[in-house]
């Protein structure tokens, strides 16, 4: 079974950092470009950024740059978000997703063209004031 699972969410406060790790099975992990997402209450999903097969680089929209970092571990088919210095605005359902086409989780195609193949159920960030 094709599977990403996100883990690490919870209730923080404000300033306060967090890691969350989404592992994968099912398919070569390794192989797949893998995205963050957000989706916060009443709005639409935010992208985060994305980070290509072997790791090596990382793509983020200038809004994601510097307090959201992401990686991965392909040994332990797993990837992460790291996020520093949190916000009440970052409260949100936080995904990963994973796609073999880079082009579906580039931070200049639109939501509307992303035919992702393998999505996260999400984890709840919750950042308090």
């Known amino acids: 079974q094709v599977r990403l699972v996100e883990s690490g969410g919870g209730l923080v406060q404000a300033g306060d950092s967090l890691r969350l790790s989404c592992v994968a099975s099912?398919?070569?992990?390794?192989?797949?470009?893998m995205g963050w997402f957000r989706q916060a209450p009443g709005k639409e999903r935010e992208f985060i950024g994305t980070i290509i097969r072997g790791g090596g680089s990382t793509y983020q929209p200038d809004s994601m740059k510097g307090r959201f970092i992401i990686s991965r571990d392909n040994a332990k088919n797993t990837g992460y978000l790291q996020m520093n210095r949190l916000k009440p605005e970052d409260t949100a359902v936080y995904y990963c997703?994973?796609?073999?086409?880079?082009?579906?989780?580039?931070?200049?195609?639109?939501?509307?063209?992303?035919?992702?193949?393998?999505w996260g159920q999400g984890t709840l960030v919750t950042v308090s004031s």
């Open positions: 997703a994973a796609d073999p086409k880079l082009h579906n989780l580039a931070v200049f195609t639109t939501d509307k063209d992303r035919d992702v193949e393998v």
């Open positions: 099912g398919f070569a992990f390794s192989n797949y470009a």
